[in-house]
């Protein structure tokens, strides 16, 4: 399986992106699939989570309100919608994915990072003041 994200760039504080993430090359099934961030200097981060399944969904506290994480209908891309971005959400954006069986529920151990299986190379986000 291959991820790709993409919709990154340079916007001003305050603006709004939307990044992408599709997954390919899989043979059959729903995923569930994550958002994560790293600045330079810092450990990477939690964003956002979804299962394809239900739809469920796992936010990192300090993220919820301004991101928003969605699926498509095949259920292997993702989306994060971001608002209102800061100079402190400049970072590389990455995604992760791996494949669920049905009634696949978003949880923590997801949100965190410890069960996909296929990463992203990830896209630069980079917001001026």
């Known amino acids: 399986v291959q991820l790709q994200a993409s919709g990154g760039g340079l916007v001003r504080s305050g603006d709004s992106l939307r990044l992408s993430c599709a997954a390919s090359g899989g043979t059959f099934g729903g995923y569930a699939m994550g958002w994560f961030r790293q600045a330079p200097g810092k450990e990477r981060e939690a964003i956002s989570c979804i299962s394809s399944d239900d739809g469920s969904t796992y936010y990192s506290d300090s993220l919820k309100g301004r991101f928003t994480i969605s699926s498509d209908n095949a259920g292997d891309t993702v989306y994060l919608q971001m608002n209102s971005l800061k100079p402190e959400d400049t970072a590389i954006y990455y995604c992760?994915?791996?494949?669920?069986?049905?009634?696949?529920?978003?949880?923590?151990?997801?949100?965190?990072?410890?069960?996909?299986?296929?990463w992203g190379q990830g896209t630069q986000v980079t917001v001026s003041s």
């Open positions: 992760a994915a791996r494949y669920i069986a049905p009634g696949f529920v978003a949880h923590r151990r997801l949100f965190e990072g410890y069960e996909y299986d296929y």
